[in-house]
């Protein structure tokens, strides 16, 4: 709950002709950060930190359910470099992510764009980087019905490199399921594979 005097400069910047509550708190935000809100630089900032949120979470991947019928058994696929952004959930702040996804097709193949589409869609929202893995690697097998499936991410986290000890790190966290979760020779073809992207 906002102390008085916050609500009292809250109802302020609230235009109560009905403005979009996320501009009511870009414009709370940068008053309480000692910002002057009508300035030049600033009077349209409100706006765009509505839009940019909206943009953000109300992304739209497109169809990520394209299917091919595979022409051989028991091949490993690998798809590496997908980039991404995403929000940690703890401190709003940005996250990005390269991720590698692979898995052995069970009769049907996944669109190659398929797989950004689908990282795309998990990153669009607060999360944090094991959970985004995980989702992933979910949506995958439940796309393709393939059991073996692998997702590595590697992410840089704002919330570590610009606050707290401010230190630049590189986290990397995985989802191994199927015959990727053990010790074993698709694991190793997988780990090969991964030196070489």
Same mark, same amino acid.
């Given at each position: &709950?906002?102390?008085?005097?916050? @609500?009292?400069?809250?109802?302020?910047?609230?235009?109560?002709?009905?403005?979009?509550?996320?501009? @009511?708190?870009?414009?709370?935000?940068?008053?309480?950060?000692?910002?002057?809100?009508?300035?030049?630089?600033?009077?349209?900032?409100? #706006?765009?930190?509505?839009?940019?949120?909206?943009?953000?979470?109300?992304?739209?991947? =497109?169809?990520?359910?394209?299917?091919?019928?595979?022409?051989?058994?028991?091949?490993?696929?690998?798809?590496?470099?997908?980039?991404?952004?995403?929000?940690?959930?703890?401190?709003?702040?940005?996250?990005?992510?390269?991720?590698?996804? #692979?898995?052995?097709?069970?009769?049907?193949?996944? =669109?190659?764009?398929?797989?950004?589409?689908?990282?795309?869609?998990? #990153?669009?929202?607060?999360?944090?980087?094991?959970?985004?893995?995980?989702?992933?690697?979910?949506?995958? &097998?439940?796309?393709?019905?393939?059991?073996?499936? #692998?997702?590595?991410?590697?992410?840089?986290?704002?919330? &570590?490199?610009?606050?707290?000890?401010?230190?630049?790190?590189? &986290?990397?966290?995985?989802?191994?399921?199927?015959?990727?979760?053990?010790?074993?020779?698709?694991?190793?073809?997988?780990?090969?594979?991964?030196?070489?992207?």
């Amino acid at each position: &709950m906002f102390n008085t005097q916050v @609500d009292d400069r809250l109802l302020d910047l609230v235009d109560t002709t009905g403005t979009d509550p996320l501009e @009511d708190l870009a414009r709370l935000l940068l008053t309480e950060i000692g910002e002057d809100v009508t300035r030049d630089g600033l009077k349209d900032t409100p #706006a765009r930190y509505a839009r940019w949120w909206r943009e953000f979470t109300d992304y739209d991947p =497109g169809t990520v359910e394209t299917l091919f019928e595979a022409t051989s058994t028991g091949q490993l696929v690998l798809v590496s470099g997908i980039e991404v952004w995403s929000l940690c959930e703890h401190h709003l702040l940005p996250f990005n992510c390269t991720l590698s996804i #692979a898995y052995r097709p069970a009769g049907k193949l996944l =669109g190659l764009s398929k797989f950004a589409r689908i990282a795309h869609r998990h #990153a669009h929202r607060l999360q944090v980087q094991e959970r985004l893995v995980s989702d992933i690697a979910g949506d995958i &097998m439940r796309i393709t019905g393939a059991e073996d499936v #692998a997702v590595i991410g590697n992410g840089e986290h704002l919330c &570590m490199t610009m606050r707290g000890i401010r230190t630049a790190a590189r &986290m990397t966290s995985s989802s191994f399921n199927g015959a990727f979760a053990e010790e074993g020779p698709a694991r190793s073809e997988l780990f090969t594979f991964l030196r070489g992207a």
